[in-house]
T-cell receptor, first 114, second 111 residues
Framework: DTGVSQDPRHKITKRGQNVTFRCDPI?????LYWYRQTLGQGPEFLTY????????KSRLLSDRFSAERPKGSFSTLEIQRTEQGDSAMYLC????????????FGPGTRLTVL | AQSVTQPDIHITVSEGASLELRCNYS??????LFWYVQSPGQGLQLLLK??????LVQGIKGFEAEFKRSQSSFNLRKPSVHWSDAAEYFC?????????FGAGTTVTVRA
């Protein structure tokens, strides 16, 4: 049983560039979540999917952010026209609706915007 | 809306000593509570969770936590700390499917 994987682990980009991150959940999990964590803070919820449907988006998710989960498996998070304030760790988690719905996290993608 | 407070930003403990990390939550119904640990530059690893039943829950790495409804608390404990326990610890409560985290407590272990 492989865990949640994220790619890339680190991304350095210049302000104004677009970036895309990928998350592969645990294979049988039907819920997938994105969180953002800035230095010294706990993770904050961004959005989540059940299968391919995006069911909720946080107000933190500005118009420059878009997330997809086209086939209900992996998900991508794209940030357009990056700003220095987007520098953070982007964490993905997955869970199974049945039972306790416990969320398991990936290693995260560290984004640095110069 | 649910929220979590971790009153201690940083705790230093000697190796072999006991550790207790505090967590207070705010949630209208019966809470589902979690403790996660994060090593530098890494993702979150689940230590333990509480959903119902026995208020003392056991987790991995020798950790346990006690749910006290009257105090709205879910404190994490370990009887004897190892150097490898140095990390950041997050308490979280789930509401409307999403987790709300505290700001975390950084644990430093001194030899």
């Amino acid at each position: 049983d492989t865990g949640v994987s994220q790619d890339p682990r680190h991304k350095i980009t210049k302000r104004g560039q677009n970036v895309t991150f990928r998350c592969d959940p645990i294979s049988e999990h039907n819920r997938l979540y994105w969180y953002r964590q800035t230095l010294g803070q706990g993770p904050e919820f961004l959005t989540y999917f059940q299968n391919e449907a995006q069911l909720e988006k946080s107000r933190l998710l500005s118009d420059r952010f878009s997330a997809e989960r086209p086939k209900g498996s992996f998900s991508t998070l794209e940030i357009q026209r990056t700003e220095q304030g987007d520098s953070a760790m982007y964490l993905c988690a997955s869970s199974l609706v049945q039972g306790t719905d416990t969320q398991y996290f990936g290693p995260g993608t560290r984004l640095t915007v110069l | 809306a649910q929220s979590v407070t971790q009153p201690d930003i940083h705790i230093t403990v000697s190796e072999g000593a006991s550790l207790e990390l505090r967590c207070n939550y705010s949630y209208g119904a019966t809470p589902y509570l979690f403790w996660y640990v994060q090593s530098p530059g890494q993702g979150l690893q689940l230590l333990l969770k509480y959903f119902s039943g026995d208020t003392l829950v056991q987790g991995i790495k020798g950790f346990e936590a006690e749910f006290k409804r009257s105090q709205s608390s879910f404190n994490l404990r370990k009887p004897s700390v190892h150097w490898s326990d140095a990390a950041e610890y997050f308490c979280a409560v789930v509401g409307d499917y999403k987790l709300s985290f505290g700001a975390g407590t950084t644990v430093t272990v001194r030899a």
